[in-house]
T-cell receptor, first 113, second 112 residues
Framework: DAGVIQSPRHEVTEMGQEVTLRCKPI?????LFWYRQTMMRGLELLIY????????DSGMPEDRFSAKMPNASFSTLKIQPSEPRDSAVYFC???????????FGQGTRLTVV | GENVEQHPSTLSVQEGDSAVIKCTYS??????FPWYKQELGKRPQLIID?????GEKKDQRIAVTLNKTAKHFSLHITETQPEDSAVYFC???????????FGAGTQVVVTP
């Protein structure tokens, strides 16, 4: 397996534009997580899914953020409209069972200017 | 919710010396404690984890200890090497998982 795959690797966009980040989890993993990493706030869990169902989205900062998982092999995180303070590295991770390793993707570095 | 504090924020060690990173957690129901290593510009990767029914776990030069009573756990790296230089994150979660709360990270620099 190629691991968790995220796209794009880098995204530069203007304030107010819509941004969509994509993630393909490891095949067979039932859990998918979206994290945001910044110098100020560290690694924050935004939302996670179990069997494609959103379980906890309490970490989603605002209504401008939304996430979907239409099937077991694909998830998106959308920001609309984007703001400069959304600039961060966004990681997707997947896991196979309770309390086991979470495998991170390479991340998407988002810059909003 | 769970709160994880990690110390120190930076740690410089001479090659061959030991490094120790300490974390405390607030939720007594937490029962899973992984440690992740993140090299510059790369993804976090699990290096070792421990569950609450175990007090210590070792994997070659890396060991983790857990004190449930005091609600703290530590990472020990022996015989440090330059390739150990990275940011290390501790984390904690409870049985429902998903809510993996990370510490702020420790920047470890191993000087030859």
């Amino acid at each position: 397996d190629a691991g968790v795959i995220q796209s794009p690797r880098h995204e530069v966009t203007e304030m107010g534009q819509e941004v969509t980040l994509r993630c393909k989890p490891i095949s067979g993993h039932d859990y998918l997580f979206w994290y945001r990493q910044t110098m100020m706030r560290g690694l924050e869990l935004l939302i996670y899914f179990n069997n494609n169902v959103p379980i906890d989205d309490s970490g989603m900062p605002e209504d401008r953020f939304s996430a979907k998982m239409p099937n077991a092999s694909f998830s998106t995180l959308k920001i609309q409209p984007s703001e400069p303070r959304d600039s961060a590295v966004y990681f997707c991770a997947s896991g196979g069972a309770l309390n086991t390793e979470a495998f991170f993707g390479q991340g998407t570095r988002l810059t909003v200017v | 919710g769970e709160n994880v504090e990690q110390h120190p924020s930076t740690l410089s060690v001479q090659e061959g010396d030991s490094a120790v990173i300490k974390c405390t957690y607030s939720d007594s129901a937490s029962n899973y404690f992984p440690w992740y290593k993140q090299e510059l510009g790369k993804r976090p990767q699990l290096i070792i984890d421990i569950r609450s029914n175990v007090g210590e776990k070792k994997d070659q030069r890396i060991a983790v200890t857990l004190n449930k009573t005091a609600k703290h756990f530590s990472l020990h790296i022996t015989e440090t090497q330059p390739e150990d230089s990275a940011v290390y994150f501790c984390a904690a979660s409870r049985g429902s998982w998903g809510k993996l709360q990370f510490g702020a990270g420790t920047q470890v620099v191993v000087t030859p």
